[in-house]
């Protein structure tokens, strides 16, 4: 597509339900990344895939979170037993080669945990 | 480990006034260095980006930045502000892959 799609916009969740953000990336970037947005926290990396490697998991906050990539395109980031600590805008990038070259953003996922 | 920090987390400027925003940034080797910026309901946008070339960076809408080894800077600048500037700003670094973002600026513009 013409750029990063998320979906859905909006996810008001009851705590301890899961969930799953979906992510679309451009197409042809083989690169993926996973960040959150919160008040409290700032912008942080969560997770990123890089084509066929194994993704680097080293900011997923706890055994909770985890996500997918499959096909190298799409990807689902799930969070399970949600808590109220896991609101927060969900964002998703791609790029081509996965280096220092811009990383184009969707609009985001905002979560909230009741 | 690499990080960033951004020295206000708020700034108030007047129209047609200069922009500074400051960032600093903290790498064991040379660094990759990005602006972002975040206009409000909307997505982030990549304002310039530094990656070894020139220390003197242009970016889009008249922004730019000057890398500064000596003083491990990455100082954000624009010479006249514009209503349409008011967002939040964000310095971030790269290691391979993700970015490290800073805490954000906020920027006010006063007409």
């Known amino acids: 597509g013409a750029g990063v799609s998320q979906s859905p916009s909006n996810k008001v969740t009851e705590k301890g339900k899961d969930v799953e953000l979906r992510c679309d990336p451009i197409s042809g970037h083989t690169a993926l990344y996973w960040y959150r947005q919160s008040l409290g926290q700032g912008l942080e990396f969560l997770i990123y895939f890089q084509g066929n490697s194994a993704p680097d998991k080293s900011g997923l906050p706890s055994d909770r979170f985890s996500a997918e990539r499959t096909g190298g395109s799409v990807s689902t980031l799930t969070i399970q037993r949600t808590q109220q600590e896991d609101s927060a805008v969900y964002l998703c990038?791609?790029?081509?080669?996965?280096?220092?070259?811009?990383?184009?953003f969707g609009p985001g996922t905002r979560l909230t945990v009741l | 480990a690499q990080s960033v920090t951004q020295l206000d987390s708020h700034v108030s400027v007047s129209e047609g006034t200069p922009v500074l925003l400051r960032c600093n940034y903290s790498?064991?080797?040379?660094?990759?260095l990005f602006w972002y910026v975040q206009h409000p309901n909307k997505g982030l946008q990549l304002l310039l980006k530094?990656?070894?070339?020139?220390?003197l960076v242009k970016g889009i809408n008249g922004f730019e930045a000057e890398f500064k080894k000596s003083e491990t800077s990455f100082h954000l600048t624009k010479p006249s502000a514009h209503m349409s500037d008011a967002a939040e700003y964000f310095c971030v670094v790269t290691p391979v892959g993700k970015l490290i973002f800073g805490q954000g600026t906020t920027l006010q513009v006063k007409p």
């Open positions: 790498s064991s080797y040379s660094p990759s």
């Open positions: 990038a791609s790029n081509i080669a996965g280096g220092p070259s811009e990383q184009f």
């Open positions: 530094y990656t070894s070339a020139a220390t």
